[in-house]
């Protein structure tokens, strides 16, 4: 699987072994009756994920919400890479270039927990001979201007310079001779899933259920 924080397992703005063991690649991987191995990552986590309730501003460890540099080792026997290579926040183009040195945005530290030293998603991916390659990319290309979390004069990628890399990745899967799945996004940005309310996403258990995603009571008022 190569990707983003979609199939890396990132959950409520963190990740750990519990949370990267709920990835979709790695369940529908136990539906197949195929053997998945992931870069688990122990508690707390890199970072660890928020705390319910989220107005608390606190990490399960209770480190500040914003800001945290806990980045939990991964558990033991663990060995990279492993079939899941997807990283938070990855973009097409950083899943060709991005090594646990040269990744941006501070994210070194939970790269570095996925990948070796040196490794790309893309040549990680091919170190390991694949059959079938999951690839989902084109959230982080477009998610800055849908949330307005924006860096410096930048909103989204233009769609040619993704195309370009995006092409490339694929180029890359063919070369294995690896069967894959195009994972895309919706084509009407307006209904993109972002930001919803507890009582929101309460609402909706039953539909959450039927995706293998469960609501926690608490999120009902929080």
């Known amino acids: 699987a190569i990707g983003t924080s979609v199939s890396m397992g990132w959950a409520s703005d963190g990740v750990n ?3 990267q063991n709920n990835a979709w690649p790695k369940q529908l991987a136990e539906m197949a009756g195929v053997g998945f191995t992931i870069p688990g990552i122990a508690e707390p986590g890199c970072p660890p994920p928020a705390a ?5 501003f606190r990490r399960i460890d209770g480190s500040p919400a914003t800001g945290s540099t806990v980045c939990s080792p991964n558990v033991p026997g663990v060995t990279l890479p492993t079939n899941d290579l997807a990283v938070e926040n990855a973009t097409a183009r950083e899943a ?5 040195e040269t990744a941006t945005q501070g994210r070194g530290p939970v790269t570095s927990r996925v990948l070796p030293s040196g490794m790309t998603q893309i040549t990680a991916m091919k170190s390991l001979n694949p059959t ?4 989902e990319f084109g959230g982080n290309e477009i998610l800055p201007a849908q949330v307005g979390l924006l860096f410096p004069g930048v909103t989204f990628t233009p769609f040619e310079t993704f195309k370009a890399n995006y092409d490339q990745i694929i180029d890359n899967v063919k070369a294995t001779g690896a069967a894959a799945l195009l994972v895309t996004l919706r084509t009407d940005l307006r209904n993109f899933p972002t930001i919803r309310t507890g009582p929101e996403i309460a609402a909706q258990r039953a ?5 293998n995603v469960t609501v926690n009571a608490n999120c009902d008022a929080s």
Do not use: G
Not at 132 to 135: D, E, I, L, R, Y
């Open 17 to 19: 072994v519990n949370s």
């Open 132 to 135: 079938f390659v999951s690839v």
């Open 207 to 211: 539909a959450f259920a039927d995706y």
């Open 52 to 56: 319910s309730p989220l107005i608390s």
């Open 96 to 100: 060709l270039n991005a090594t646990p």
